[in-house]
């Protein structure tokens, strides 16, 4: 199946898994706006969990839960990335942030709700009926996305954007390992985690292409436009922030970039032709739009 | 082991127990904070999971993850419990609030890596070696803890404030079951779970107890000072908010948080005098100074 194919089908299955995880729940705004955040997006990373697990032939349900897992801490992690004392961001995938739509306190209860969730959905059986699976799972999970992972990456980038002097390229790459590369490589590596395989091959892919897929980040914040983003654009560029653009220039990043690409692919060897859609996925992501 | 005994022991092992844990991690301002929120405090729940692995003889090393988890959890919840857009308190536990000491960013960020914290502590294998436990303490934990627990009280608490209306009684008890119950009960049934026993006795147990402590908690709002408190006092009558209080009025209140010490201790027969200590505590709950 070729990858916008998977990823399309992937974002109506996540988003059919939210709708009947949440149903039932109580009638109040922080569910409301939980719901509100997990819809749209690109679900890369849910798509990663789920071509991950295909190729070690794991049930796709099982793979269902751990992909809605990681979208949850990625939606949780946008929603107080917005608040107006972090990005104080309107616009989110082409409609008001939480914050604006709902208010500041619904925004901070929301996100920590969706991150509940997140380790919610893979210490449940449903997940896997193997719990030293559900434990891995949740224990690589927080690590990720814990003050030694994504959070530590966030909180970096805003001491960056309050420092006299701009990062360098050692310090944004390893800002961005952090603080986008974490997650993506949970994500990559959870379906031989499903599968108790050796997770190495996909984590290698994985750091690549988080890096890749920054680098392109940046690239669109100098290139894009606020309708194809459906988020504010050229914002790096206006507070004098390093980005991988600013670092290198546009040519050398692209150059970076497709390089990255070549080595995630590389990366995927081992399984052959049957990783061609995670190999379609890295070349997508220097090479999308929004 | 009387219970002050116990609590002042248990509050000294959990604070060893975050100084190893977090001894290493990024010397960055967001890690100093989370830190200092899990400073000081009671440990009620930190004790309350002690003492219940205590009378089901667990080994006490496991017994100190799952306590340190559960104050993990609770200190997330008041770092952006204080947030301006929520609570807007300066004080907690008679030093600035977090977001008073360093800023809002770096709040909102820290109480995300202390939930976090919370799950990677009960999915570390030194929490228990059967991952069937660790998976069952995530789940109770993100279920105690999510939109349907803790999160759903804090919320409806925020929408009573704001109502025209003042709560009734079965609302404010259905509300406070939600806020302060759920992980009150996580924490006094993890030593049964940490055994694979039934945790249902301190169940019950924890129903009660943590009744108790909300109805002392509002009739210290009234009475108590801001010394001994740590934090400021009669909030909630100047804002015009239904407690416990406010519609029993001072003595009822008070008889109801009695019986419901006696329901607390009666839960415990099953444990016989070896649950004195669990029975003290209920009691020292409703006669606290702070």
């Given at each position: 199946m070729h990858f916008e194919t998977g990823l399309h089908q992937a974002a109506q299955a996540i988003g059919a898994g939210f709708a009947r995880e949440l149903d039932g729940w109580p009638d109040v705004p922080v569910v409301h706006a939980m719901a509100y955040a997990l819809?749209?997006?690109?679900r890369l990373r849910g798509y990663l969990v789920i071509e991950g697990a295909r190729l070690h032939d794991v049930d796709p349900d099982r793979a269902l839960r751990a992909a809605m897992a990681i979208e949850a801490v990625h939606a949780y992690s946008l929603v107080h990335d917005d608040l107006p004392c972090m990005d104080d961001d309107d616009l989110r995938r082409g409609r008001p942030t939480v914050h604006r739509k709902w208010d500041e306190a619904t925004a901070v209860l929301a996100g920590d709700a969706l991150q509940t969730l997140g380790f919610e959905l893979v210490s449940d059986p449903a997940c896997h009926p193997d719990a030293d699976v559900r434990a891995d799972l949740t224990l690589t999970l927080a690590r990720a996305s814990g003050a030694r992972g994504m959070v530590l990456g966030q909180a970096l980038d805003m001491a960056a954007e309050r420092a006299d002097a701009p990062l360098d390229l050692a310090a944004i790459t390893r800002l961005q390992a952090d603080k986008t590369g974490a997650l993506i490589r949970w994500a990559a590596e959870a379906g031989a985690r499903l599968a108790c395989a050796d997770p190495a091959p996909l984590g290698t892919y994985a750091q690549a292409l988080g890096l890749a897929f920054q680098i392109a980040d940046d690239i669109l914040d100098v290139e894009g436009d606020v309708d194809a983003m459906g988020k504010a654009v050229g914002k790096d560029a206006d507070r004098g922030k390093a980005t991988f653009v600013s670092l290198l220039g546009l040519d050398a990043a692209r150059g970076r970039a497709d390089a990255l690409v070549t080595e995630a692919c590389d990366a995927l060897a081992v399984y052959g032709a049957r990783a061609e859609p995670l190999r379609q996925a890295a070349r997508f992501v220097i090479s999308r739009r929004n």
């Amino acid at each position: 199946m070729h990858f916008e194919t998977g990823l399309h089908q992937a974002a109506q299955a996540i988003g059919a898994g939210f709708a009947r995880e949440l149903d039932g729940w109580p009638d109040v705004p922080v569910v409301h706006a939980m719901a509100y955040a997990l819809e749209g997006g690109k679900r890369l990373r849910g798509y990663l969990v789920i071509e991950g697990a295909r190729l070690h032939d794991v049930d796709p349900d099982r793979a269902l839960r751990a992909a809605m897992a990681i979208e949850a801490v990625h939606a949780y992690s946008l929603v107080h990335d917005d608040l107006p004392c972090m990005d104080d961001d309107d616009l989110r995938r082409g409609r008001p942030t939480v914050h604006r739509k709902w208010d500041e306190a619904t925004a901070v209860l929301a996100g920590d709700a969706l991150q509940t969730l997140g380790f919610e959905l893979v210490s449940d059986p449903a997940c896997h009926p193997d719990a030293d699976v559900r434990a891995d799972l949740t224990l690589t999970l927080a690590r990720a996305s814990g003050a030694r992972g994504m959070v530590l990456g966030q909180a970096l980038d805003m001491a960056a954007e309050r420092a006299d002097a701009p990062l360098d390229l050692a310090a944004i790459t390893r800002l961005q390992a952090d603080k986008t590369g974490a997650l993506i490589r949970w994500a990559a590596e959870a379906g031989a985690r499903l599968a108790c395989a050796d997770p190495a091959p996909l984590g290698t892919y994985a750091q690549a292409l988080g890096l890749a897929f920054q680098i392109a980040d940046d690239i669109l914040d100098v290139e894009g436009d606020v309708d194809a983003m459906g988020k504010a654009v050229g914002k790096d560029a206006d507070r004098g922030k390093a980005t991988f653009v600013s670092l290198l220039g546009l040519d050398a990043a692209r150059g970076r970039a497709d390089a990255l690409v070549t080595e995630a692919c590389d990366a995927l060897a081992v399984y052959g032709a049957r990783a061609e859609p995670l190999r379609q996925a890295a070349r997508f992501v220097i090479s999308r739009r929004n």
